[in-house]
């Protein structure tokens, strides 16, 4: 696993604005000409489900407005009513942002929580990286193959009441950050989700039984003291598939993770940022 992770660099705002319109174009081109099929919204619900999970919708987040995450408890309302029901066929790809569409004012999204290097503004649509996480943490439980995942470079927050694993997440950006799933079993798999009073809910649907299930885990899980003076952090997310019966079947590889850690790990084990000076 790669340890090293450069200090930032600063770039000019005529770059990040040449680089996002790059992006942005070969998206759209991509959508257009890459010749894929895409997801499509049902109406009625499949029957088997594979995994559900739910995330809370309020957070007490150090220096956050809460009206960001109420504001974010409108955008995602919006969001889930587009992708809700949504069903990949066997061979088609479902793209996050392709069916969503451009968060606007028009279409009712306010201004919420956004992490942009590694600082914490606002942006209209914010907040719709919860959708995105929780699609994936599922994901990941289903033999569905993720096609394109991306993740904050920076970790802006402490583990305060973490359920998950680090970098067990997906961010994402209108339109070149986006979450690509595949379906290339031979069943249909389709989302369902919603909001309750005090949370967001997901579950992965099929037409066809479960025939295995996955327990997602993190190795090699380290802090390291890099020689530019910051801190970063690093780990493996895994998963072991078993059967129905909890035989095991295989170990699989899903995704390595390192970011830049925005505040001092002065909670953290300190044998694990000395292991981390010493694998330099």
């Known amino acids: 696993m790669r340890g090293y992770v450069e200090k930032p660099r600063y770039r000019s705002q005529l770059r990040l ?10 998206r759209y081109a991509l959508w257009a000409f890459a010749g894929d099929k895409f997801a499509f919204k049902a109406e009625n619900e499949l029957k088997y489900e594979f995994i559900s999970h739910q995330t809370p919708l309020l957070r007490n987040l150090k220096d956050v407005d809460m009206h960001m995450q109420f504001n974010k408890i409108t955008n ?3 969001a889930v009513e587009k992708i809700n029901y949504a069903t990949i066929a066997p061979g088609e790809t479902f793209s996050f942002w392709k069916m ?4 606007s004012i028009r279409k009712g999204y306010l201004k919420g929580m956004v992490l942009q290097n590694g600082k914490i503004t606002s942006r209209t649509g914010g907040g719709l990286c919860q959708l995105s996480n929780l699609i ?9 193959t ?3 995942r991306h993740r904050h470079g920076y970790d802006v927050f402490p583990d305060s009441d973490r359920t998950q694993p680090f970098g067990s997440g997906a961010t994402c950006f ?14 249909s798999f389709q ?28 190795k090699d899980h380290i802090i390291r003291h890099e020689t530019w003076g910051g801190y970063t952090r690093h780990n493996l997310i895994h998963r072991k598939k078993c059967g129905l019966d909890g035989c095991f079947i295989e170990d699989e590889y899903v995704v390595e993770n390192h970011a830049i ?7 953290v084990d300190a044998g694990l940022i000395k292991k981390g000076a010493n694998a330099k």
């Open 261 to 267: 850690m925005m505040y001092a790990p002065l909670l």
């Open 100 to 103: 969503i569409g451009k968060p």
């Open 174 to 187: 209108y339109n070149y950050g986006d979450l690509v799933i595949k379906n290339n079993t031979g069943s």
């Open 136 to 144: 994936y943490w599922m994901t990941v439980h289903t033999p569905l």
């Open 191 to 218: 989302l369902a989700l919603n909001l309750s009073e005090t949370h967001l809910l997901g579950s992965w649907k099929s037409d066809s039984p479960p025939e295995c299930k996955y327990e997602v885990y993190e």
């Open 76 to 78: 995602l309302t919006i």
């Open 146 to 148: 993720v096609l394109e």
């Open 17 to 26: 604005v040449l680089g996002k319109t790059y992006y942005t174009l070969k």
